[in-house]
């Protein structure tokens, strides 16, 4: 079973440097790398302001390209393919400060998991019942009820679920943009200051994007994260199939 898994990587592996070898490859990675370079550095200019955020300025900046050029989506997927290989190290490196911060994780126990599945929980529920609100159609509904996991996950199981596998994707960024700006404010009134909890937050409810800005608010934060981010996803992708 390993020596498959190997195998299967190597070829995605070597699919994804083939397809990086292209003048048209490598030209829309230079680009993305460039725009989300200068997104951040226009991010730190401004003293962090919540709304020119790194990855929104990036988003609109490769769609209005892609619009100009008439690029299909699915061509950019493909030509910058290196880029989404290039998340399964990002994640695995996530278990650098889970390592570090083990012995803590351990001694939190049950409280941790039951607070990561109630964040993982009242979030999307939360979500769901504003388009229910607004009666909006139903596989926007469920689609919503994806929101606080990963893309991957979102997508999949969006679709088993009877929802709309590119919204996922969708409602899953917005949601992770926009947690990882407001919970600096969030945590100032209510007074969030244990980073224990602050991680647990991030992770559970804002996926990759909230472990990301709980990895610059502390190592600490970004452990606690990591284990929200992994066990929300879990328990949400295993869970929602059998429920509905």
């Known amino acids: 079973m390993n020596h498959d898994a190997l195998q299967l990587t ?3 592996l070597l699919e994804v440097v083939q397809n990086t070898l292209s003048l048209h490859s490598v030209i829309w990675l230079a ?3 460039l725009i ?3 997104a ?4 730190r200019r401004l003293n962090n302001h919540p709304l020119i ?8 900046g490769i769609a209005l390209l892609l619009t100009v050029t008439s690029t299909p989506v699915e061509q950019y997927r493909l030509d910058t393919s290196l880029l989404h290989w290039l998340l399964g190290p990002a994640t695995v490196a996530l278990a650098v400060p889970l390592f570090n911060h083990w012995q803590r994780i351990r001694q939190l126990g049950w409280p941790l998991v039951i607070s990561v599945a109630a964040g993982g929980i009242i979030a999307p529920v939360l979500a769901w019942w504003m388009v229910y609100a607004f009666d909006a159609p139903m596989a ?7 929101k606080s996991i990963t893309s991957p996950l979102a997508m999949e199981t969006g679709a088993m ?4 596998p590119a919204l996922a994707a969708v409602f899953v960024i917005i949601t992770g943009i926009v947690g990882a700006l407001a919970a600096p404010l969030t945590y100032k009134l209510l007074n969030v200051t244990q980073p224990e909890a602050q991680g647990v937050a991030l ?8 472990t990301a800005k709980a990895l610059h608010m502390g190592e600490v934060q970004g452990a606690l994260a990591t284990v929200g981010l992994c066990l929300n996803g879990v328990m949400t992708a295993v869970v929602l199939p059998l429920l509905l």
């Open 53 to 60: 955020h790194p990855l929104t300025i990036t988003a609109v």
């Open 36 to 38: 989300y370079a200068g």
């Open 140 to 146: 926007i509904q469920l689609t919503m009820l994806v």
């Open 203 to 210: 992770g559970s409810v804002c996926h990759a994007v909230g």
């Open 31 to 33: 680009i993305t790398l």
């Open 40 to 43: 951040v550095w226009l991010f």
């Open 161 to 164: 679920i009877g929802g709309i």
């Open 10 to 12: 190597l070829n995605e």
